[in-house]
């Protein structure tokens, strides 16, 4: 375990479906992250949370709606997905001190 | 924005020989190049960094160079082992990857070391 817990490890959802994937981290660390991992594609960073507060939006589709409650959890609510959504999606903390601590991530398919 | 170009995309190599994988960036305010492991089924897990004021760090067999003149650097394997196949990833920012600098990362490379 790295210390960053993504759950589910896999998921599986209809386009008319709506899910959640949580993160949590325990590290202390005050920034956390999304990123989307396709085939043959950089990580796509998706969304930065800093202290709670959403720093960055990288032009991501209303279909994902992040969430950040506190400092040490992080959600991605997902609706009307598409199939070219599927991907491994992962989420990520840091500090100014540290580098990026990555969860295992989840792998999402949109049937 | 930062740009990060990664090469190669896939190397294989011999059990014991060494695997190079190079990078180059765009923005020459970036000042932290961090490397990446990613194992099948595993996220990202950093392996070794550098920033911007030095030019070289070795951790065991792994090393990773930097010219910021030329905006480049590498990620030297040696001796490489089975188990050092996977997909690297190397990746750049304004800082150490904290609140005020994201990551932007290469493509990766998938490393196989053949036995």
């Known amino acids: ?68 409650p506190n400092s040490s959890h992080l959600f991605l609510h997902l609706h009307t997905l598409q199939p070219e959504d599927s991907a491994l999606y992962l989420c990520a903390s840091s500090n100014r001190e540290a580098g990026y601590t990555f969860g295992s991530g989840t792998r999402l398919t949109v049937v | 924005g930062e740009n990060v170009e990664q090469h190669p995309s896939t190397l294989s190599v011999q059990e014991g020989d060494s695997a190079v994988i190079k990078c180059t960036y765009s923005d020459s305010a970036s000042n932290y190049f961090p490397w990446y492991k990613q194992e099948l089924g595993k996220g990202p897990q950093l392996i070794i960094d550098i920033r911007s004021n030095v030019g070289e760090k070795k951790d065991q067999r792994i090393a990773v160079t930097l010219n910021k003149t030329a905006k480049h650097f590498s990620l030297h394997i040696t001796e490489t082992q089975p188990e050092d196949s996977a997909v690297y990833f190397c990746a750049a920012s304004g800082t150490n990857g904290g609140s005020q600098g994201n990551l932007i990362f290469g493509k990766g490379t998938k490393l196989s070391v053949k036995p």
Do not use: D
């Open chain 1, 1 to 68: 375990e790295t210390g960053v817990t993504q759950t589910p490890r896999h998921l599986v959802m209809g386009m008319t479906n709506k899910k959640s994937l949580k993160c949590e981290q325990h590290l202390g660390h005050n920034a956390m992250y999304w990123y989307k991992q396709s085939a043959k594609k950089p990580l796509e960073l998706m969304f930065v949370y800093n202290f709670k507060e959403q720093t960055e939006n990288n032009s991501v589709p209303s279909r994902f709606s992040p969430e950040c």
